[in-house]
């Protein structure tokens, strides 16, 4: 039969997302209701009985307090906390002493915990910098940094083997022989911030190194800001150990501990410049759509994120020119359901709607192919095969689906794209990928161009036909909404998805994904030092 779609080149970018106005929105509405009614919310279901254990950096002590507190006469659950330098809690997590959470002061402990096994999801929490304090009224006039060592002052600084202030320290004056110096003319070295805060709040030392958060609390204490020092910004972070038995209740009551309505509150109030968190939820669910093409390599990891997170991914396969007519729909009429994260099917359709994301990235790609019967019965070898009289091909409609637009642009670009079009041999065009290759299983068709790994998962029944062209590759992106009010959430959806990288080769994708590349989740303000959680 004719195909009666216009050529690809023809249809305009609006044509692309034009679809019957009734009878979409029927469509998103069923959709939306069917993914609330299936995904209903589920109550915490963590041990709420168990105490959290924490290993916390010192300085962060007085706003962590407040945080636990408040979360176990809310919930219960009672939240034993010890407190030392950064590095001294990373050591007694390497010597197998147990927490179900490591808090420190700064990203690079968790770094080196996340190096040696020790810690899997982490969070940020806020930022702080080292500041010089002496007592107010006191009599040394102190400008910077080098008037601790030129002068005759006693004066207390981190020590950077135990203390994320002193290393912070040591880094911003790593320029020059500054932090010798400072050493070699200290007074004493601490292994955490709250001593020597409190050493010069009692007149023990002149001055001292602190973080600004802690000077806060000590309304004896004068600050003096060096721009060097402030070169040494630290953002502390959360993670969720290794060795935890209680995983699910760890990581509720780090959401707790990082939401934007409950603990990060605390940590402004305290000094910290806190990052922009999540909204509190206590069994948040967020929408995820994926391009249909992603199916088989995401949705064991979105069960097993579920389970560990005790949380609800209301998660939507389709064809991605649906799943984007259907975000505008949504995003035009301000409905309900706009999805809190995308993994499109190709670029193509993340590019589509990169107005309403955050800056993506790319997890994966899949050849474009041609599908056969086993035994390629009608001798299939390239493109122009399909235009041979008497042959039945499938292809994805390019309205609906990634695989129908990035087959008419092969098409088009070898020139056979209207010639296909005005033979009779087009019998199917799919609304998504994963319809293609049951057509040639069934014996309906006897070609389809598809995506590798759709065929793949049949390779018993089909031969796969490879295309050579640089047009014949899918490569798939996720991004996060602008509009979600869980994007950190969601930047650990993507965490556990590109964590399941074993799903993708063994499904059949080539992984594209850079180590510690991640979606962006903000644009950075005076409130949020960085893009993304590492």
Same mark, same amino acid.
Do not use: E, H, M
């Given at each position: 039969m004719k195909s009666t779609l216009l050529p690809f080149r023809r249809?305009?970018?609006?044509?692309?997302? /034009? /679809?019957?106005?009734?009878?979409?929105?029927i469509l998103f509405a069923s959709l939306s209701w069917l993914a609330r009614e299936t995904g209903s919310s589920r109550v915490f279901d963590g041990d709420q009985s168990e105490p959290i254990t924490v290993f916390a950096a010192a300085g962060m002590r007085y706003p962590i307090d407040q945080i636990a507190d408040a979360y176990t006469a809310e919930y219960g659950t009672p939240i034993q906390i010890q407190y030392g330098g950064s590095n001294t809690m990373l050591s007694q997590l390497e010597v197998g002493?147990?927490?179900d959470l490591y808090i420190a002061a700064d990203e690079q402990y968790v770094d080196l915990a996340r190096n040696k096994g020790l810690v899997n999801e982490r969070m940020a929490i806020a930022s702080q910098i080292p500041v010089i304090v002496t007592r107010r009224g006191g009599p040394h006039d102190i400008s910077d940094v080098s008037d601790l060592y030129q002068r005759t002052l006693r004066y207390a600084i981190g020590d950077p083997h135990a203390a994320?202030?002193?290393? =912070?320290?040591?880094e911003a004056l790593s320029q020059g022989d500054a932090w010798a110096k400072l050493v070699e003319g200290a007074t004493v070295l601490k292994p955490t911030v709250n001593e020597i805060a409190t050493a010069v709040s009692l007149g023990s030392?002149?001055?001292?190194?602190?973080?600004?958060s802690t000077a806060a609390h000590y309304p004896e204490l004068a600050i003096i800001r060096d721009p060097r020092l402030s070169r040494g910004v630290s953002d502390a972070e959360l993670a969720i150990t290794s060795t935890t038995k209680n995983a699910t209740g760890a990581l509720h009551f780090a959401r707790y501990l990082t939401s934007a309505d409950r603990g990060l509150p605390a940590f402004q109030q305290h000094g910290f410049t806190p990052i922009q968190g999540d909204d509190w939820e206590e069994t948040p669910q967020i929408t995820f759509f994926a391009g249909a093409v992603n199916r088989r390599a995401v949705e064991p990891a979105i069960e097993a994120f579920e389970k560990r997170e005790g949380?609800?991914?209301? %998660?939507?396969?389709?064809?991605c020119g649906i799943l984007t007519a259907q975000m505008r729909s949504l995003h035009n009429n301000q409905g309900d359901g706009f999805p809190d994260s995308f993994m499109a099917c190709d670029v193509y359709y993340m590019d589509?709607?990169?107005?309403?994301f955050m800056s993506p990235v790319n997890i994966s790609d899949t050849d474009i192919v041609l599908?056969?019967? =086993?035994?390629?019965?009608?001798?299939?070898?390239? +493109? =122009?095969?399909?235009? *041979?009289?008497?042959?039945?091909?499938?292809?994805?409609?390019? *309205?609906?689906?990634?695989?129908? %637009? +990035?087959? *008419?642009r092969l098409l088009e670009d070898q020139n056979l794209e209207e010639r296909l079009l005005q033979s009779d041999n087009i019998v199917t065009e799919t609304t998504s990928s994963a319809l293609l290759v049951p057509n040639i299983v069934t014996g309906s068709a006897d070609v389809a161009v598809a995506y590798r790994v759709d065929a793949q998962s049949v390779a018993d029944q089909v031969d796969i036909v490879p295309i050579d062209s640089p047009l014949a590759k899918a490569i798939q992106p996720f991004g996060i909404s602008k509009q979600s009010r869980s994007k950190r959430l969601n930047a650990r959806l993507f965490d556990a998805i590109s964590a399941a990288k074993g799903n993708f080769v063994d499904q059949g994708f080539t992984w594209r994904l850079v180590d510690g590349e991640r979606p962006a989740i903000s644009a950075p303000t005076k409130t949020e030092p960085k893009d993304s959680e590492p």
């Open positions: 249809l305009s970018l609006l044509s692309l997302f /034009v /679809v019957s106005g009734v009878a979409l929105s002493q147990g927490a994320a202030i002193g290393k =912070k320290t040591k030392v002149d001055a001292g190194i602190v973080w600004d949380v609800k991914v209301n %998660t939507i396969y389709n064809g589509a709607v990169q107005d309403l599908v056969v019967p =086993k035994g390629n019965p009608k001798n299939i070898a390239t +493109l =122009k095969d399909l235009i *041979r009289p008497g042959i039945r091909v499938a292809i994805g409609q390019p *309205r609906q689906c990634t695989i129908g %637009t +990035l087959t *008419r």
